[in-house]
């Protein structure tokens, strides 16, 4: 049996349906090609030359950074990679949007003094990385590869997030047989000290000390390496670098040279500048019973030395009572 006839009004109504449908989709297209059109606007002025920073860097010049920058991908956390404009730095690349997001990398970089026995690393698609905290804030970091030379890092300005760049940029800095030199860890800070004199006194320095120090908590023997020196204390399990200590060191090596003192508290502290880098030094508290050297960050001594003043001043006889006249 046929289909019946329809009448005139339901022929009228699915042809209005047809041409509602229709031009649904010729709005949608239209919407979508807008859309289009406007994305490719923004990713070309994204693109245009960009001024970056030049700084010294040793490896920038080589040929495996050239390499790296011809690999590079377009895209890298949403952001367009950009011209880096005259004079453009060696090694150096930038991704960017319009609203001053942005991702810098630079090939060439130095292994970062950070990269050692206690540092914690993360792998993505084959690329070792390392996060380093700016001691003074540390929602700011920079994302450096430790599993070859050159090293590579890559910060992040704005809203951007150089941890969703890692991924992106993996297929262009995997290692592969060009990369020949994996780089080694460092030392831990004082862990190569001598301390001759690390004795009764210094355990009873030690047993007073916090238990919780600048945000970190001190490290217990399962979180450290076996190699560290057993006198020797660490506090740790943040982002940030770790604070570390020892108690019954010999004088520090640059105090015959310099006596720029600083007193804190009942304390007179010595920065030495042979075991300081550009984010942390080392201070040795003077003029008791025993030499106690201590490593953090630069930014924060002025919050710690005074608490650690006071824990020393407590247990700690003081031998020097004009050593800071």
């Known amino acids: 049996m046929g289909n019946a006839p329809q009448s005139g009004e339901t022929v009228q109504a699915n042809s209005s349906r047809r041409r509602a449908a229709v031009a649904l989709a010729v709005a949608v297209v239209a919407v979508l090609g807008v859309i289009g059109v406007a994305k490719y606007v923004q990713d070309t002025q994204a693109a245009q030359p960009v001024a970056i920073s030049n700084p010294e860097l040793p490896a920038d010049d080589s040929p495996e950074c050239a390499a790296l920058l011809d690999r590079l991908p377009d895209r890298a956390a949403g952001l367009v990679r950009a011209q880096v404009a005259d004079p453009a730095p060696l090694g150096a690349a930038v991704y960017r949007n319009l609203e001053s997001d942005r991702i810098t990398l630079r090939c060439g970089a130095p292994v970062p003094a950070q990269f050692n026995d206690l540092a914690r690393t993360k792998t993505v698609d084959g690329v070792e990385w390392l996060r380093v905290v700016d001691s003074t804030d540390d929602t700011l970091s920079t994302w450096f590869t430790v599993g070859r030379e050159p090293v590579v890092a890559i910060t992040a300005e704005g809203h951007a997030n150089a941890e969703d760049a890692l991924g992106d940029l993996a297929e262009a800095l995997r290692p592969d047989s060009e990369y020949k030199v994996t780089p080694k860890r460092s030392p831990i800070p004082l862990s190569t000290l001598a301390a001759p004199q690390a004795d009764s006194l210094c355990t009873g320095l030690t047993a007073a000390l916090p238990k919780e120090l600048g945000g970190r908590h001190l490290l217990g023997a399962d979180e450290l390496p076996e190699s560290l020196p057993k006198d020797m204390l660490v506090w740790g399990g943040t982002a940030a670098d770790p604070i570390t200590l ?26 030495e500048p042979s075991l300081s880098s550009g984010t942390a030094g080392t201070w040795y508290a003077l003029g008791r019973e025993r030499f106690v050297a201590v490593n953090m960050p630069m930014s924060e001594a002025s919050g710690l030395l005074p608490v650690l003043s006071s824990v020393i001043a407590d247990n700690l006889k003081n031998t020097s009572p004009s050593e800071a006249k």
Not at 246 to 271: H, M
């Open 246 to 271: 020892r108690c019954g060191v010999d004088e520090a090596p640059g105090y015959a040279v310099s006596k720029q003192l600083t007193q804190v508290g009942d304390i007179v502290w010595f920065n």
